[in-house]
């Protein structure tokens, strides 16, 4: 098992791939699986009793792929639900069709007084008094009740169980999150000193406290159904179908790699762990002079020239077995080499 690393700092990681794992139990707190094509797979234990037979529960997940909720304990069934994502005033205002709200009108001296009207209509905006008089402005700033604004997006579930929990374990896909490896090697007269970190990026996800795990590889998303196609020829037909079948056929071997410890991910943060502790390892420089023997044709030779081949330079770190550096599972990622000068820098 080796590092094999070119000059250029190019990493060829020949280690063994820790095999699929199973999902941790959350234990109540969150558990991800971040793809390295930005999915998220979330694992939540949220603070739900959920009684036996059918109950419903409002449940704030933020952005999410709707389609992809399911619950994780078994004998609890999601019978529907409702997600709605929107968090800004408009909606807010949707949620208040029917019901009354109170809208504050500012007087002059600083004094004010509210309104309180029904919501009758969004598309033209039609508001009842209690006189029975309709308007179309808002008489002033409205108030929304906090059960019609939310600030993360909520979905409204219907479930079924047969039996009790103390909590309700919810799975779903998201996006936002992206991971890498990095490698750094630092070279001295003979060993070199090798550590490793994951480096985790949000851009939306935000996850407190939880659980991680990198799955590394091409795993295929399931296409949208396509609209009819127009009537077409049988060949043409034919060719239509073979495309749409290897358009899919993107599924590659994946490796699942667990990180110690729980992490903290929030929006616009970059957060990095250590894969291992700093190994030592003896390495091996190599130099490489590729051949310039032409492809076809006779070996033309003029005295006196000469040409200045280019030399590779590759070091080869082996990996002992019966070792932590040695036989831990490494994801693929980046090495960057070091050496000291003269001078120690």
């Known amino acids: ?20 794992q199973s999902a941790p139990d959350s234990g109540g707190a969150v558990s991800l699986t971040i793809y390295n094509d930005g999915r998220v797979l979330v694992r939540r234990a949220l603070p739900f009793s959920l009684k036996r037979g059918n109950s419903t529960a409002r449940v704030a997940l933020g952005s999410i792929d709707a389609a992809t909720l399911f619950p994780l304990d078994a004998g609890v069934t999601l019978n529907g639900f409702e997600y709605d994502a ?18 504050v009108r500012e007087r002059a001296m600083g004094a004010a007084d509210t309104v309180v009207a029904t919501v009758l209509s969004l598309d033209p905006l039609q508001l009842g008094l209690a006189d029975g008089s309709v308007i179309f402005t808002m008489p002033g700033t409205p108030l929304y009740p906090p059960d019609l604004v939310s600030s993360r997006a909520t979905a409204q579930l219907r479930l079924s169980s047969t039996a009790a929990h103390d909590s309700l374990r919810l799975g ?4 936002g999150a992206n991971w890498s490896a990095a490698y750094e090697v630092l070279l001295g007269a003979r060993d070199a000193r090798i550590s490793g970190k994951a480096v985790l990026t949000s851009d939306n996800l935000d996850a407190s406290n939880a659980t991680v795990q990198l799955l590394a590889g091409s795993v295929s998303r399931a296409a949208p159904p396509r609209a009819p196609a127009p009537m077409m020829s049988k060949a043409r037909a034919e060719v239509a179908a073979f495309d749409a079948t290897a358009g899919e056929q993107r599924v590659g071997e994946f490796h699942l790699y667990s990180l110690p410890g729980r992490l903290s991910l929030h929006p616009g943060q970059t957060t990095a762990t250590a894969l291992f502790e700093p190994a030592s390892a003896n390495y091996q420089r190599r130099y490489v002079i590729p051949g310039e023997l032409p492809i076809w044709g006779p070996l033309m030779q003029h005295p006196g020239d000469e040409n200045q081949v280019p030399v590779q330079v590759t070091y080869v770190i082996p990996r002992k077995r019966g070792t932590d550096f040695g036989d831990r599972p490494l994801p693929m990622g980046v090495a960057r080499l070091y050496q000291a000068d003269t001078a120690g820098a």
């Open 86 to 103: 929107a968090v800004d005033q408009e909606s807010a205002m949707r949620r208040a069709l029917g019901h009354k709200l109170r809208f």
């Open 172 to 175: 779903y896909f998201t996006e």
């Open 1 to 20: 098992m080796r590092f094999v690393i070119t000059a250029a700092a190019a990493l060829t990681l020949a280690a063994a791939p820790l095999p699929a």
